[in-house]
């Protein structure tokens, strides 16, 4: 009840939000940063490499991947207009100067840890949402995690990518490609390259982790690309529910973000993985935004595993990304719930790929799409079985909601069944929100605004609800604004 | 309360409402009635403030404002009701959900502070019970897969929530069944009081057996044709619409 009424608290808080609109993350941050010449060579990635003080075998990674990357085209094949990306433009690392160790709060430059309180992510604990570890990463580098201590003690490890090569180096080395390795697609291979921090996060043998963890990403910096990698292995009979969210200023430039995440699940062992992401859209012409090329894999390694993604995509100008699940172990579960929104001029192409290995394997796909203005919005989902695969069930849903009559949907499922036992269903709807449903609305006395809200929160209800508690008001919140001015 | 005074207005540049002028006071309830298509809902449709009727010429007044200036919401809160003749689906959206935005809408315009969720509850079942809709109507999506019946009777249920000055009910009556009809009139004497009116639009008498109007209206043709007492409700019952066409036919001659 408690918790209800925190909510209602949030609700209306929404609906006075909502009357301001715009992008509310767009502002940019003075802050002094370190930035490396732009433009991509060996030599750079030696830099990067060297900034980090890494190990030889990381630079051998790195070095390895950059020359597949030379070898490799950008994929044609999406459902999406991308303009041409200059790489020697692009700066590939920036951070923010003299960065202290971090010991306590007070060490944070001042006008990061606005930045941070601005945008609703205090790096201070007592402040922070009770249950709520952060790991915040602003343009290349991770700059304080929270909790750290407190989950140190149950064994968890939740820091930095850069502090885990340093500390658990073994770790990372037995991990890190094991899921999405270096060669499998153009940005992956380009991220494995250059990426500079990122999350990593261990959960022991056994152990639930008892709060909610969570990576921000802010890009700050101009011209400069983001390219992060998370790492999550949760071992043996463990759970962790994680959350990432993303922001960056207002610039008419587009600006690349080429993330990694890798997840392990051991036998037993459950991940939920949630994002919320907000990168800038571009304007309402279409001008700017960020390039959002993200390769999302886990792998339900164990027996009985279980990997789950959420996401709530309402940024970007155009958003690549197929967060995905091998299903190697028997009996694991892979569950993908998305909900995307395409307006002005935002394109996504997203979807899964649910790969059934082992046996008695299950997969559910929702994927709720909604396009407004000139967005156009593709679903794309890949569901194999193999031949060993006996008993594999695959559930797909995917609805399409549009908004107005320049938009677009599309899907594109795919099938490859190589077991006669598998079971497979797939279901797929399209809707329009109506100008008779606005007007019921309005003359109930809600206006077109909140009667979006409202249709658009009920459409993707299934959706938010996979979210945890504190982050599924400020999913609904982001939708309704994401959508404002779509109608009339 | 209401004064419309020589209201034309047009659907596409197709003229629809040729010059009405009608005035309804604090208390009264209005009878509409007339033959299909003779612009009854049209004129529902501009009070309630359809953007696809196209005001020509006249004048609304509301409560001493100009109707016609507000946005449908606006009036909505100042509490002008429509019971729609086609009540909309709104499939994902819980009539809890939709219901609560509506009043605490309303409640904010009156400068209260928004329900809580056990004071918003009650009022859900006292309203339910009031004209006794089927509990679990409430709980669905807004009128999804309800049947015609259940549809009307879910119009009164939301009139009954927001409780408004003026309430404008088209064919509410029709496809009822009897007891369906005897729950909708129910809800509207229920409802009537000193300070509030009523626009009935109906085909049909008998509704009228239960809620007792003050005026009957025939529209035709885009223009109030005959004002009179509820026995014109009777007579058009018994005579149809024929002997007011001639009348009408025979005035533009003379
Ligand atoms: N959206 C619209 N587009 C074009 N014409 C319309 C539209 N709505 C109404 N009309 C026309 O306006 C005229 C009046 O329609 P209206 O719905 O007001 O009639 P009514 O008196 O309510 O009839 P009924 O008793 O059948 O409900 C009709 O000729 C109708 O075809
Ligand atoms: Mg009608």
């Not at chain 1, 709060?105 to 609703?120: A, M, Q, V, Y």
């Not at chain 2, 209005?30 to 529902?44: E, F, Q």
């Not at chain 2, 005897?182 to 004497?189: D, L, Q, T």
Request: proline share 4%; charged share 25%.
């Amino acid at each position: 009840m408690v918790i209800h009424s925190i909510m209602e608290k949030d609700q209306d808080k929404i609906l006075s939000d909502v009357t301001s609109g715009e992008y509310k993350y767009g502002f940019y941050s003075d802050i002094e940063m370190e930035r490396i010449p732009k433009g991509l060579s060996e030599e750079v990635v030696r830099i990067i490499s060297a900034k980090k003080n890494e190990p030889e075998w990381l630079l051998d990674f790195r070095l390895k991947a950059y020359k597949h990357w030379l070898t490799m085209k950008m994929p044609a094949w999406p459902n999406l207009r991308i303009p041409e990306i200059n790489y020697n433009e692009i700066i590939f690392y920036a951070a923010p100067k003299a960065r202290p160790v971090l010991n306590s709060i007070d060490d944070i430059d001042p006008e990061l840890r606005k930045t941070f309180d601005k945008l609703g992510i205090p790096l201070n604990e007592q402040k922070h949402l009770a249950g709520v570890a952060v790991d915040a990463v602003i343009d290349s580098v991770s700059v304080k995690t929270t909790f750290k201590e407190t989950l140190a003690e149950m064994g968890i490890i939740f820091c930095s990518f850069s502090d885990a090569v340093k500390e658990y180096p073994e770790l990372v080395r037995r991990y890190m490609g094991s899921v999405v390795p270096y060669t499998d697609n153009f940005f992956a291979s380009l991220n494995s390259a250059v990426f500079s921090d990122g999350s990593f996060c261990y959960i022991p043998k056994g152990v639930r982790c008892p709060m909610e963890l969570s990576t921000y990403f802010r890009i700050n910096s101009a011209n400069t690309g983001q390219f992060e990698r998370t790492l999550l292995i949760a071992d043996e009979e463990s759970y962790v529910s994680y959350l990432e969210g993303c922001t960056a200023p207002t610039r008419d430039e587009n600006q690349l973000h080429a993330a990694i995440v890798e997840i392990i699940a051991e036998k037993n062992a459950e991940v939920k993985y949630s994002t919320v992401q907000n990168w800038y859209p571009g304007n309402k012409e279409g001008l700017g935004g960020i390039f959002n090329f993200v390769t999302k894999r886990g792998m339900c390694k164990g027996e009985n595993s279980k990997i789950s993604w959420t996401q709530i995509e309402t940024g970007s100008a155009i958003t690549w990304k197929y967060p995905s699940c091998i299903l190697r172990g028997d009996n694991s579960t892979g569950e993908f719930y998305s909900v995307a929104v395409t307006n002005n001029y935002q394109q996504a192409d997203t979807g899964t790929k649910m790969i059934h290995i082992g046996k008695n394997t299950k997969s559910t796909i929702v994927s709720k799409g909604i396009s407004a203005g000139h967005g156009q919005n593709s679903y794309r989902g890949l569901v194999k079985v193999l031949k060993n695969a006996s008993n594999a069930r695959n559930f797909s849903q995917c609805d399409s909601l549009l908004l107005g009559d320049k938009c677009g949907a599309h899907t594109f499922p795919y099938l490859e069944v190589d077991n006669q036992t598998a079971i497979v269903e797939h279901e797929a709807t399209t809707s329009k929100i109506g100008e008779d449903q606005i007007f019921y609305c309005n003359q109930r006395g809600i206006s077109t605004e909140d009667a979006i809200g409202l249709i658009v929160n009920g459409y993707a209800r299934e959706v938010i609800n996979k979210l945890p508690m504190e982050f599924a008001v400020e999913a609904q919140k982001l939708l309704q604004i994401s959508l404002e001015g779509s109608v009339g | 309360m209401l004064i419309i005074n020589n209201l034309k207005a047009s659907i596409g540049g197709k003229s629809i409402l040729k010059g009405i002028t009608l005035e309804v006071k604090p208390g009264e309830i209005h009878a509409i009635m007339g033959p299909n298509g003779s612009g009854k809902s049209t004129l529902a449709a501009v009070l309630a403030g359809r953007e696809f009727v196209e005001v020509t010429e006249g004048s609304v007044t509301y409560l001493g404002k100009n109707l016609l200036d507000m946005s449908p919401e606006d009036r909505a809160k100042e509490g002008i009701f429509l019971g729609f003749q086609y009540p909309i689906e709104i499939p994902g959206v819980s009539m809890v959900n939709f219901m609560k935005t509506a009043v605490n809408e309303h409640r904010k315009h009156n400068g209260l502070d928004p329900l809580s969720a056990s004071d918003f509850l009650k009022l859900m079942r006292d309203k339910k019970e009031l004209v006794e809709i089927d509990s679990k109507l409430a709980n669905r999506s807004v009128n999804e897969g309800f049947s015609g019946g259940e549809k009307k009777k879910n119009e009164i249920f939301q009139m009954a929530m927001l409780e408004p000055k003026l309430a404008i009910l088209d064919e509410t009556d029709s496809g009822l069944d009897i007891d369906a009809l005897r729950v909708v009139a129910n809800g509207v004497n229920k409802l009537k009081r000193p300070d509030n009116s009523f626009i009935v639009i109906t085909h049909y008498q008998r509704l009228l057996d239960y809620i007792v109007p003050d005026v009957v209206h025939v529209l035709y043709d885009g223009r109030i044709v005959k004002t009179a007492g509820r026995e014109l409700a009777l007579e058009l019952e018994e005579k149809g619409y024929d002997w007011i066409k001639k009348e009408v036919e025979n005035n533009v001659l003379s």
